[in-house]
């Protein structure tokens, strides 16, 4: 059973852009949200995370933004560069449980 | 620092053999946890280990177990492989109590089960 899900598999965006990326969930009792990115033959690495006590998070080009009444969050990314090319995985998971569920990840793009 | 190291990076078996799979945890990390990563899709827990025990697990078969060291280091076996069980199987590593916090992944190892 999907509990996280990305209906987009792959996005382009020109280079100074903005990427939005999105994602839904179905699972009330997640709590922490996490964003991942991913390069070919790497693992996926941590990008920036949302608590549902909160409604938005920044970390310099990256925002996540929670929508918890609709289970969705999303992830900006502005301005977009050639280096974020990669898939984008958003995860989510309960307090005190152990695993991460994870979407299908979107590849995104980054044209010149 | 070396980060998660897991081996081996590609490995190509017959349908109904076994498989160890092995990861060692970034330095200083106690935790290790185990995902499969099918094409097309996200990575999907599988269990977790901390002080030489399974702490969680996810929605796999008995087929699946592992095994965690003293050094914290980690083994993932499969036992009668089908050819569903192709997959990247990934490692991460984390400090105890922290669960998925502060996750380190590996590059995984590329399982072909033929």
């Known amino acids: 059973d999907q509990q996280v899900k990305q209906n987009s598999p792959s996005l382009s965006v020109q280079e100074g852009r903005i990427s939005i990326l999105n994602c839904d969930y179905t699972n009330s009792m997640f709590d922490y949200f996490l964003w991942y990115k991913k390069y070919p033959a790497e693992g996926p690495t941590f990008l920036i995370s949302i608590s549902s006590i909160k409604d938005k998070n920044e970390d310099g080009r990256f925002t996540v933004f929670l929508n918890k009444s609709a289970k969705h969050l999303s992830l900006h990314i502005m301005p977009s560069q050639p280096g974020d090319s990669a898939v984008y995985f958003c995860a989510a998971s309960v307090t005190n449980d152990y695993k991460l569920s994870f979407g299908a990840g979107t590849t995104v793009t980054v044209r010149a | 620092d070396a980060g998660v190291t897991q081996s081996p990076t590609h490995l190509i078996k017959t349908r109904g053999q076994q498989v160890t799979l092995r990861c060692s945890p970034k330095?200083?990390?106690?935790?290790v946890s185990w995902y499969q990563q099918a094409l097309g899709q996200g990575p999907q827990f599988i269990f977790q280990y901390y002080e030489e025990e399974e702490r969680q697990r996810g929605n796999f078969p008995d087929r699946f177990s592992g095994h965690q060291f003293p050094n914290y280091s980690s083994e993932l076996n499969v036992n009668a492989l089908w050819l569903g069980d192709s997959a990247l199987y990934l490692c991460a590593s984390s400090l105890s109590g922290g669960g998925y916090y502060g996750y380190t992944f590996g590059s995984g190892t590329r399982l072909t089960v033929v």
């Open positions: 330095s200083g990390h106690d935790t």
